[in-house]
């Protein structure tokens, strides 16, 4: 077994995710991970980086699949031991003129950015090593589809008690309320990536809560960020930040001095704790 460090970035061919994996293999003192549902796409960027003289390894990993979640879980248990960084950055969104219809975006949207971070984090989060860092990347577009929330849901979202069981039961509700078209009336926002980014913030502040509470001595610190509006595939040509500047506020997070008690259960913009 390796006693080497190891980090590993979900989503990592391209954009944001790729100079997240860029800047640990620069900085990180052990082996990065980049990781594409598609082999080939994801040994293309590997290659791009080994251009530069940089040393990324590659592991397939699909967030929409349990048994390839397992797959890198059980690699890493083999040949690490663990895991000391884990950055969740894989995401989908659909463009804002897409015709697809509402709940399938909903449905879609969701699966892969709250349900798919969550797979992950149930199978990998047991296994981080003690002063671990995890960052779940999340997005502004939380904190204003929060706003436009019911009052009701927003206390739901905020509470500092709410469980995961709850948050779950509350995002399939969403979903399920987009397929009877009364979402609106239920108090949600006509956003289904801002709802999908509420489950991720949400759920961040559930987990760095369950670490202090089962693991407190481990020190491992566990935060949600916005990279900020960057100029990707995803988010367009227009947006203002390159990806090596929407990569800035996730890496500093992952690689948080191990002398450093926070942030931890934090939503983190541009290196600054954002209130909630």
Known sequence: MSSVPVAVVTGSNKGIGFEIVRALCKRFPGDVYLTARDPGRGQ???????????????HQLDIDDPQSIRALRDFLKQKYGGLNVLVNNAAIAFKVNDQTPFAVQAEVTLKTNF????????ELLPIMKPYGR??????????????RCSQELQKKFRSDTITEEELVELMTKFVEDTKKNVHEKEGWPNTAYGVSK????????????????KRKGDHILLNACCPGWVRTDMAGPKAPKSPEEGAETPVYLALLPSDADGPHGQFVSEKTVQTW
């Open 198 to 213: 509420i489950g991720v913030t949400v759920l961040s502040r559930i987990q760095a809560r369950m670490f202090n509470e």
């Open 44 to 58: 293309e960027a590997v290659v791009k980086l080994q251009e530069e003289g940089l040393h990324p390894l590659f």
């Open 115 to 122: 349900f798919g971070t969550r797979n992950i984090c149930t």
């Open 134 to 147: 995890v960052v779940n990347v999340s997005s502004m577009a939380s904190s204003s589809a929060l706003g």
